[in-house]
């Protein structure tokens, strides 16, 4: 829940309730108005009407300078949207930039364009490639002269190597803020990219990698370019662990981050099968999906049938929870559990019934929740 809150001084709340309250005092300004002028000439003392028609009146006033500055504020914003933000009738050249005809512009204060919309097929020249449709462009404060080029994210016209990277056309280029660096595209052709990896002796060394075709790579930037998210080419070794093409890999600073298994193999102290998902914080074994299909894997004392997903604990290879599908079912204390399943380290601490269950006392139905206190201690619940 968000703690942010506005508070405004109580004049401009007074002034807001005017304003709210505009169309009912103009109703009681026309009643009294016309109650002065009809009584004018009949009743000997109005001066209670002329005091309570001044002050509606004020009151009146009031509201009306609320609309009023509010449609004067409207103007304003009017006026500067049509001077920043505008459709060019003939080719303009802006900021070094050939934009087409029919193109909508918006500019910042100093007139630089950080964003292009092109009209129809019409294509934009920028940093050695066409692009179309939105372009945005880096904000004039974050550019520097060392930068690589000036888009922050635009879709390709034509097929382009931008940057030493084959990227296709159609698709969403984007680019680092800082520096310009390519960070995502979608490749025409298998490419290897360099990765950061952990190293035999320690410390991290790099390595390529195989990116697919007509997938989308991710890349980040430290002393160098590095992936940091493609769908594999072809099975790859990580480390000790053999990722699997046609799968994505994700790396990130500490390593690998996820990949899925190219076939079964020890990670950790866990023999996990093929077309494992599994995922690592700082290089340690962190989490692991198991496939639809595959031999069960025992953890804690417990059999975990496929498909199961399985979260470690932090400082130890003990269960912290697993969900488990729910055709399929574990068993603890001899009651058949499914779903998600909440432990203390390898200690059951709560679970659904897979079927109905007699427990000592009662009957439970498919789907009740229960915890541990049910299967240790059941005559005292």
């Known amino acids: 829940m968000s703690d942010i ?23 009681v300004m026309i009643g009294l108005v016309a109650a002065f002028l009809v009584g004018r000439g009949r009743i000997r003392h109005v001066g209670w009407l002329k005091w309570t028609l001044a002050i509606v009146g004020v009151l009146w006033l009031g509201g009306i300078s609320f609309w009023a500055a509010g449609f004067v504020d409207q103007i304003k914003t009017e006026i500067y949207r049509a001077r920043h933000h505008y459709r060019l009738d003939k080719a303009t050249a802006l900021a070094g930039i050939e934009i087409p005809s029919g193109s909508w512009v918006s ?9 292009i919309e092109t009209a129809g097929d019409a294509v934009v020249s920028i940093d050695g490639a066409l692009w179309r449709d939105a372009i945005l462009l880096m904000p004039l404060r974050n550019r520097t002269a060392s930068d690589r080029g000036t888009i922050k994210s635009a879709t390709l016209a034509e097929d382009a190597t931008i940057q030493g990277v084959p990227c296709r056309a159609g698709t969403l280029v984007e680019f680092f803020e800082f520096g310009g660096g390519l960070e995502h595209c979608t490749l025409t052709q298998r490419t290897d990219v360099p990765a950061e ?11 390529d990698l195989p990116c697919a075709m007509e997938q989308e790579v991710w890349l980040r930037f430290s002393e160098r370019r590095l992936l940091e998210r493609c769908v594999l080419a072809e099975t790859a070794t990580v480390g000790i662990v053999g ?5 994505e890999i994700v790396l990130s600073g500490d390593g690998l981050d996820s990949c899925t298994l190219a076939s079964a193999q020890p990670v950790g102290p866990f023999d ?3 077309g494992t998902l599994v995922k690592f914080t700082r290089e340690r074994l962190d989490r692991f999906d198991l496939p639809p299909i595959s031999l069960p894997v025992a953890i804690s004392g417990i059999m975990l049938p496929s498909g199961t997903i399985v979260r470690l604990c932090d400082d130890s290879w003990e269960l912290d929870w697993a969900d488990v599908p729910e055709d399929k079912s574990v068993a603890i204390a001899g009651v058949k559990l499914t779903g998600r399943m909440n432990f203390d380290c390898g200690k059951f601490q709560s679970g659904i019934l897979f079927e109905d269950t007699e427990l000592p006392g009662r009957r439970l139905p498919r789907g009740a929740a229960i915890s541990a206190e049910d299967l240790l201690h059941p005559a005292s619940r």
């Open 5 to 27: 809150s506005i508070s405004f001084p109580p004049w401009m709340t007074a002034w807001f309730l005017l304003g709210e309250a505009t169309p009912v005092i103009t109703l």
């Open 107 to 115: 500019v910042d204060e100093e007139g630089v364009p950080y964003r």
């Open 197 to 207: 990896i952990p190293g035999d002796q320690g410390g991290k060394s790099t390595k």
């Open 243 to 247: 990722c699997a093409g046609g799968k």
């Open 272 to 274: 996990l099968p093929a």
